[in-house]
């Protein structure tokens, strides 16, 4: 938020000494738009989370899939060969 709340901070000040807004209107501004922007930031999260759950998934799928080719070799009348992918 660092750009953006820089420039609100910029017209505010303007606007207060311009006389156009009061001191506690640039506050309720501020804080409404404080209140707007925060569950954009948490949506924008859920994406990265989705997307470290996803490949988490996938990783375990590998894993549970060498669990059972290795359990196959161990079996009775089975080559025990070593083989690598």
Same mark, same amino acid.
Do not use: W, Y
């Given at each position: 938020? @660092?750009?953006?709340?820089? *420039?609100?901070?910029?017209?505010?000040?303007?606007?207060?000494?311009?006389?156009?807004?009061?001191? @506690?209107?640039?506050?309720?501004?501020?804080?409404?738009? @404080?209140?707007?922007?925060?569950?954009?930031?948490?949506?924008? $999260? *859920?994406?990265?989370? *989705?997307?470290? $759950? *996803?490949?988490?998934?996938? !990783?375990?799928?590998?894993?549970?899939?060498?669990?059972?080719?290795?359990?196959?070799?161990?079996?009775? @009348?089975?080559?025990?060969?070593?083989?690598? !992918?």
């Amino acid at each position: 938020m @660092g750009i953006v709340s820089a *420039i609100i901070m910029e017209l505010g000040a303007h606007k207060i000494l311009a006389g156009t807004m009061t001191l @506690g209107t640039f506050f309720c501004l501020n804080i409404f738009l @404080g209140l707007l922007v925060a569950p954009v930031f948490q949506i924008v $999260a *859920i994406g990265t989370q *989705i997307t470290e $759950a *996803i490949t988490g998934l996938e !990783r375990t799928r590998e894993i549970l899939r060498t669990a059972k080719a290795i359990e196959r070799i161990d079996e009775p @009348g089975t080559d025990c060969e070593l083989r690598s !992918r």
